[in-house]
């Protein structure tokens, strides 16, 4: 055989093992394990964990076509202390105190200071579809819930681990969830939330992630209610400071009702 009989056969065999090997890399690509929910989830919590944080916030609920907004001041020091107080001219005044898993609210026009507990605690704080339960979580996911990684989506262009999140302990918010974790940043996009009768109770997203002391960090989210009809808050952070100093005392009964 002469070498131009040659050249189609040498071609068609070049081109063939282009293609074995891709295909070679695609399976090896595939076959390549995810990390554990555990891995996923403890990235997460470095992420956003920090020493203390202050910041300007402010709350928009919207409820039946009428829109609401609340404004604040917040610091926290680590998970088990929070003070919150509003300073929009409706709730002026108006303060919450979180140290570990119990919570208080300070009320200035009756100059009352109320604790929330039980059945209040699944009560949307100020009216809004983010529960006072939701604000007193402060336990890393894994301690309540057992993890499973679902699968792999995009959501708004950005590849996503979905994972699943079953509640084994009496203490857990909810039954069951799911979180989509950016693959890149760790950080939550978006969460679905389920009561055990399986009747989905609210969704979260995540709208805008801002890069903060070398992570990233969820500046701006939406909660929306599966059980209030046209029912939506966003939450938004600004004038963040982290691993600033803080006072002790500002986080005391004394304080709350000064």
């Not at 084994?168 to 939550?188: C, G």
Request: aromatic share 8%; with cysteine.
């Amino acid at each position: 055989m002469n070498r131009k009989a040659l050249r189609p056969f040498c071609a068609f065999r070049a081109a063939m093992v282009l293609t074995l090997l891709a295909i070679s890399a695609f399976v090896a690509q595939a076959q390549t394990p995810w990390p554990s929910a555990e891995e996923i989830l403890r990235r997460v919590d470095e992420n956003q964990a920090f020493s203390s944080i202050e910041y300007e916030g402010r709350m928009e609920i919207r409820l039946g076509g009428k829109l609401r907004v609340k404004t604040m001041r917040a610091s926290a020091v680590g998970d088990s202390k929070a003070f919150v107080e509003f300073t929009n001219p409706e709730d002026r005044g108006v303060r919450m105190l979180k140290i570990g898993k119990e919570l208080w609210m300070y009320f200035p026009k009756e100059g009352d200071t109320v604790k929330i507990s039980g059945h209040l605690l699944k009560e949307g704080m100020m009216g809004s579809d983010f529960s006072y339960e939701d604000a007193l979580e402060a336990d890393a996911l894994l301690e309540k819930y057992s993890a499973t990684v679902l699968r792999e989506e995009e959501v708004e262009n950005r590849p996503a681990w979905v994972l699943e999140l079953k509640a084994k302990t009496p203490s857990a918010n909810y039954d069951r969830r799911l979180i989509w974790i950016d693959k890149e940043r760790y950080v939550a996009l978006q969460g679905e939330m389920y009561a055990k009768s399986g009747k989905l109770l609210k969704t979260s997203r995540t709208l805008d992630v801002v890069r903060l002391g070398g992570r990233w960090f969820p500046a701006r989210s939406e909660v929306v209610s599966a059980l209030r009809k046209d029912s939506q808050t966003v939450i938004s952070m600004s004038d963040v400071k982290l691993d600033a100093a803080i006072t002790a005392s500002r986080f005391s009964l004394a304080e709350l009702a000064k």
